[in-house]
């Protein structure tokens, strides 16, 4: 985190910029907890539950307690300095990320769900992000993927998919173009936005970002 290197930011006062962040963006309860090398910070806003959890640096760790290149043994007091400036460096950097997230949900770049969907916490406690990050894992090593689009009725629906789905015309807007395979020798012309066309396979499948899952 070199844009950090020289935070002078209190940890403090990054916990204090949070709250206040999140309460102007309709933010209705807020808490805060910490123990030995971690801390939480949980909001509730827009009927949702969000749960960041933030790692923090050991005071023990070798890091603090020895000079970069030639090792050499930092006192107490220097070993707590470099410590204390890991940690204002961790909380700086998760206040710009929430706060980054609540920017880019108002200007409509993103949807709260898109941003936030990781850390929006279960009945049982845990986040999304908890719950779904071993089953990637576990479809990865057995090779059960599903495919990256389901099955949607054929040439005719794939059509009116690619010239009415909004955020296809955003994509095309951005890229500019598909990448695709698997085709007949059939190929047909589909306007994706007016003023753009490509020609793409009648029988197509998409290779298609997670943007549009």
């Known amino acids: 985190m070199q844009y950090a290197k020289d935070m002078s930011v209190s940890s403090e006062q990054s916990q204090a910029e949070i709250r206040k962040v999140v309460a102007r963006y309709g933010a209705t309860k807020f808490a805060y907890l910490e123990e030995d090398e971690r801390a939480a910070i949980m909001f509730e806003i827009q009927n949702r539950r969000i749960k960041f959890l933030l790692p923090l640096p050991g005071k023990n760790d070798s890091v603090f307690w020895e000079t970069p290149g030639r090792k ?13 400036q890991a940690c204002r460096q961790r909380w700086r950097a998760l206040a710009l990320a929430i706060k980054a997230k609540l920017e880019a949900v108002e200007s409509g770049i993103a949807t709260f769900e898109e941003e936030f969907l990781a850390y929006v916490v279960m009945p049982d406690g845990l ?14 090593l057995t090779g059960n993927m599903p495919p990256l689009l389901p099955a949607i009725g054929g040439t005719s629906a794939v059509t009116n998919w690619l010239t009415h789905d909004p955020r296809i015309r955003r994509f095309t807007r ?13 190929r047909r012309t589909i306007e994706t936005q007016p003023g753009f066309a490509c020609r793409i396979p009648a029988d197509i499948f998409f290779r298609v970002p997670l943007l549009f899952s």
């Open 72 to 84: 050499l043994k930092r006192t107490p007091d220097s070993a707590f300095r470099e410590w204390e």
């Open 127 to 140: 986040t999304v992000a908890e719950h779904v990050m071993p089953n990637i894992e576990r479809a990865y």
């Open 174 to 186: 951005f890229a500019g173009f598909f990448f695709c395979w698997g085709c007949s020798a059939q």
